[in-house]
């Protein structure tokens, strides 16, 4: 019997691209997690592919008893039940960056964004409020000769930086992963501690995964050690933050603004706070989904479903399941 893909449909993904890059020689099904085709594909799966569920838990596992993967097609596993997976004995593999040009051009367009005032100048023009009818008292910045502190600098964070160099940036970046002398050198970045981040950057800009170390580790302390006229881009995933102690930080001119496309909950609260204020660019979770990027997060995903057939490890075990 051909060895089964069975894919959790999603509204993010593009099926018919899944269908086309699917390998010649294995079945692909694709059906709503939970549904009566899912069910039904479920025991004879070799490799789940999709976003993170917690439905996918122990009792999950057990009733896929021939599964060999779980191959996500995201960067972020927030939403993976690890402890499940250990015990089933099933690696679970994030996506090798196929967002992360994607990513990294939202966080910048996030920082031009606010330092731009987007927003407002649109809401100007439309309303007839040509440049706001407020020369004197607008204040536009520019990006070159800014400094970014990148705290994460994994695929996303490196991708920025590069970004980052191109408009004249300075850049720093903290990381629990410091990289080479030699890799800074090619980056044109330079390690900070975090505190030297906080306390230095005009921007800071957020590209750690979520854990338990990770979260809420930017707060009412840290966003007090900000520069008044810093902003901060938020692109990885809202609990990093704590959203309560940002919204005062925004709202008392603690920092001069942020760019957030995560937050605590999602989707947030028609009564999020967050809305009422004009120094915040705000997008739904998109930064990573783009139709240029369809066909890398499935190449991706279906390659280390061919290569465990193979008999090969995966590629892009998550650090907590790596041996």
């Not at 000769?145 to 903290?174: P, Q, W």
């Not at 967050?274 to 997060?297: I, S, Y």
């Not at 465990?308 to 790596?322: D, F, H, Q, T, Y």
Request: proline share 6%; net charge neutral; aromatic share 6%.
């Amino acid at each position: 019997m051909a060895p089964r893909i069975l894919m959790m449909e999603n509204p993010l993904s593009a099926n018919e691209i899944a269908r086309e890059l699917a390998p010649a020689g294995m079945e692909l099904v694709v059906a709503p997690l939970g549904s009566p085709e899912f069910e039904a594909a479920l025991p004879g799966a070799d490799f789940l592919v999709g976003f993170g569920n917690r439905a996918v838990d122990a009792g999950f596992y057990q009733r896929a008893p021939k599964l060999k993967l779980m191959q996500l097609l995201s960067a972020g596993y927030d939403t993976v039940d690890i402890e499940a997976a250990r015990g089933a004995g099933i690696p679970v593999c994030n996506n090798g960056g196929a967002n992360s040009t994607a990513v990294s051009e939202h966080a910048i367009l996030l920082m031009m964004a606010v330092a731009r005032r987007l927003v407002w100048q649109h809401e100007s023009v439309a309303a007839g409020r040509w440049r706001g009818n407020d020369l004197a008292g607008t204040k536009l910045y520019e990006l070159r000769d800014k400094t970014l502190g990148i705290v994460g600098l994994g695929a996303i964070g490196k991708k920025v930086a590069r970004l980052a160099n191109a408009f004249g940036m300075t850049v720093h970046y903290y990381d629990i992963r410091r990289v080479s002398e030699a890799e800074e050198d090619a980056l044109h970045v330079r390690f900070k501690l975090l505190g030297e981040i906080l306390r230095n950057a005009d921007i800071v800009s957020l590209h750690v995964p979520l854990s338990a170390a990770s979260r809420h580790m930017i707060g009412a302390a840290e966003l007090a050690r900000m520069k008044p006229t810093a902003y901060l881009i938020n692109t990885c995933r809202g609990p990093v933050v704590d959203e309560v102690a940002l919204t005062a930080a925004l709202t008392d001119g603690t920092i001069a603004g942020a760019g957030l496309d995560v937050f605590d909950n999602e989707p947030p609260p028609a009564d999020n706070p967050l809305f009422r204020l004009k120094n915040v660019v705000l997008t739904p979770h998109f930064a990573g989904p783009t139709w240029d990027n369809q066909q890398a997060r499935f190449r991706n995903a279906f390659d280390n479903c061919q290569r465990v057939a193979r008999g090969e490890k995966p590629l892009w075990v998550i650090p907590e399941l790596a041996s």
